[in-house]
DNA sequence: GTAATTGCAAATACTTTGCCACGTA
DNA sequence: TACGTGGCAAAGTATTTGCAATTAC
């Protein structure tokens, strides 16, 4: 795949060493391409089953700082996280009953307001989270 | 305070009892007027300081069900409560610094996109939630 | 060789539940 | 009186950190 090296090429390029529970983390965001929990990241299959929690969660967290990776919050109990792709946005449709996670495929309608937001509060690094909750129809029939 | 007394009918209405408890809960999150966390409300010197934590998240809880209070995710480890007041939506601005929240002012340009969704897949009890994060002045500064 | 990274284990933080006493309707 | 509610204490779940061993560069 080649989004995956270009992950691996820019997270070495960010000052992270290219090691296995790297690949293996970056490798199982891009498959599933949707946001993942950390306890999701670790059982899952493909590498990231050889790294122990706390290294998926420091790689993580490594990632997010270096804008690679976003943390989200849903509201579950347990954090969600997700590639960042540059120039690439998504909302979420999220099933209160079965946790289910979809993205949404229409433009986002919020960057008009966010620009607003920036010019008036003056905040730096501004962006945005938009998720829908409700009730999915295989879950309300 | 009429909002107050208000929040204790309906509650009354919708089935719970009128206790010490729920008075301090509904003032406290009146009176604030912003998400707070759990612990923030047991901590809250009016009333609630003499409430057990399991006892306000309990109430918390029977209030969601109710539909009188909605409990957000941010990105804290805490999740935040706020009070539901019906045809009011609220957006907030959320600095990932210092972790100040603050309500926007400007009409949230979601509903359509909503209206859209509901009708496209069917889910029932749709309602969103939109975060803006960001860095404030005095944290960037 | 050096500094970043890892695994394991333990510490935190927040949430949730059990059980019996208590208060409201 | 009856049943929802409250307090206390303990269990549960997720996150975060310390430290010595290991690995990438």
Redesign the interface.
Known sequence: MSLHKDLLEKAKNSGLRRTKALEAILTCLAEHNRPMTLSELTSCGHLAEQCDKATVFRLLQRLSDKGMVR?L???ERAAYFTLLVPGVHRDY?I??DCGSIEA?E?PC??H???E???RE?????????????????SC?G
């Open positions: 943390r919050g849903f509201h449709l099933c209160t949404i229409a309608p919020v008009k307001l966010e607003e937001i920036r509060t003056g905040f730096v690094g501004l962006y945005h989270e938009l998720e829908f909750f409700g009730c999915c129809p309300a």
